[in-house]
């Protein structure tokens, strides 16, 4: 096999203990350990001072079919799930079965060879979980054979699911999880959680999955489809939760799929915050809601979200990102839009240098496109960077394979993953899955 050479950053070299001796280590801690360990941090953006680079490092592994739809970097590894049965090592020489999801060692791409779970369904949503652990939700009944229906907590040393952890989905399925000092949020389409009736969302106790009963929101009167929370984020200090969804109200006020929840108080209640910007029809008759991904700035001081939309050119905020401001009013406005003229974004990241914008869009900063390139608009690829502050797209402009668009963007503290179904990124062969490293 031949011999890569690359350059590590410091924070990549925390991660250069071999990987056969680190497994070692975390099999004896968790045979030792009479308790679970404390848990991540908030599953929010790392916090950047630039721009990352338009040049992809050379480490990652490539997936060779299917698709990434989500990443998280967990227990000292990146996990990538979506559909897909194949993965090869970075340099393309070694084939390995990996059945919609596997995880590998930042710095090296170095696949893990014990993290194999077997996942009977859809896997949707992927988030660090306590001390070596990463929690996943999506479609499915069972992980490695034992029932999990929905939700599962899973050890990276090893892919079985962690003993105690009880969280189970009754009906239906999650979407998007979101992790926050001890807490596990939930959204999807469900009616009941644990033999306990919650619609669309539902926050858990992240180290024993018991249900948390200071979260209970009511949605209700879906524009289209069943009631669903197809998307949340939670604020970096934990106080807030945006949901969106199929939902038209909350708690019985009118909140036009999407919402903020204040996550501070005992019990949680629904924030003033409201807009009436996501109201118009952007999709059509098989999208039952065109809202997207959601991230906060890494201060928590705004939130943005990334929308689609049908394929027709209509009036309102579609196929666009939108800047809010967290603390905003009643009716609230964005803070800026920016358009693409006519093409889906599905992905966003915020770092406070940066918004990080993934779908299979063509241009930016494109208000009077009409599926062409309108007055001032720049091209951009299939990804793109946009200015938290003027809302303008940065000259960072990488480019990629559109295909159906990326749907997996994360911001670490060594860069920025980034998870598609096509195989090219920064004018380089990466099957699926990339990152750029920091400057």
């Given at each position: ?295 906060f700035a890494p201060d928590g001081s705004y939130f943005v979200v990334a929308t689609a939309g049908g394929p027709s050119i209509k009036e309102g ?123």
């Amino acid at each position: 096999m031949a011999t890569v050479r690359t350059a590590y950053s410091p924070a990549a070299l925390r991660h250069r203990l071999p990987f056969a001796l680190a497994v070692a280590l975390s099999v004896f801690a968790a045979a030792s350990a009479s308790t679970v360990v404390a848990p991540s941090p908030a599953h929010a953006g790392a916090r950047h001072s630039g721009v990352v680079s338009e040049n992809p490092v050379n480490w990652t592994p490539h997936v060779l079919d299917g698709s990434v739809t989500t990443i998280a970097e967990a227990g000292g590894l990146v996990v990538a799930a979506g559909d897909f049965t194949e993965v090869s090592d970075p340099e393309g020489e070694d084939t390995l079965e990996r059945d919609r999801i596997f995880a590998f060692e930042p710095g090296t791409g170095e696949i893990s060879s014990t993290f194999r779970p077997e996942v009977d369904g859809t896997i949707r949503s992927v988030v660090p979980g306590p001390g070596r652990t990463v929690f996943i939700g999506g479609r499915f009944e069972h992980v490695n054979g034992e029932p999990h229906r929905g939700l599962a907590l899973l050890s990276t040393v090893d892919g079985e699911p962690v003993d105690g952890f009880s969280a189970s989905i009754d009906n239906g399925s999650v979407y998007r999880l979101a992790a926050h000092g001890g807490r596990l949020y939930a959204g999807g389409s469900f009616t009941s959680v644990n033999g306990t009736e919650r619609t669309g969302v539902a926050r858990f106790d992240a180290d024993t999955g018991e249900l948390d009963k200071g979260l209970d929101i009511t949605i209700s009167e879906p524009r289209r489809g069943d009631l669903r929370v197809g998307e949340l984020a939670v604020s970096p200090s934990g106080d807030k939760l945006v949901i969106a969804g199929t939902f038209t109200k909350v708690e019985g006020k009118g909140r036009y799929q999407i919402a903020v929840i204040n996550t501070g108080s005992t019990p949680a209640r629904l924030s003033n915050w409201s807009t009436s910007a996501y109201s118009k029809p952007c999709d059509y008759e098989r999208m039952n809601t065109y809202l997207r991904q959601i991230d906060f700035a890494p201060d928590g001081s705004y939130f943005v979200v990334a929308t689609a939309g049908g394929p027709s050119i209509k009036e309102g905020i579609c196929k666009t990102v939108a800047r809010w401001e967290s603390n905003g009013p009643a009716g609230a406005d964005p803070t800026w839009v920016n358009h693409t003229g006519g093409d889906a974004v599905y992905s966003v990241a915020a770092t406070g240098a940066a918004v990080y914008v993934g779908g299979h869009q063509r241009w930016m900063d494109n208000p009077e496109g009409q599926h062409d390139a309108g007055p001032g608009a720049v091209e951009r690829e299939g990804i793109g960077a946009i200015d938290p502050r003027t809302g303008k797209a940065l000259p960072w402009n990488p480019g990629r394979e559109r295909g159906h668009g990326a749907e997996a963007l994360l911001a670490t503290a060594d860069g920025l993953y980034v998870g598609s179904d096509t195989t090219r990124l920064g004018g380089e062969y990466k099957g699926r899955i990339g990152m750029f490293p920091l400057r």
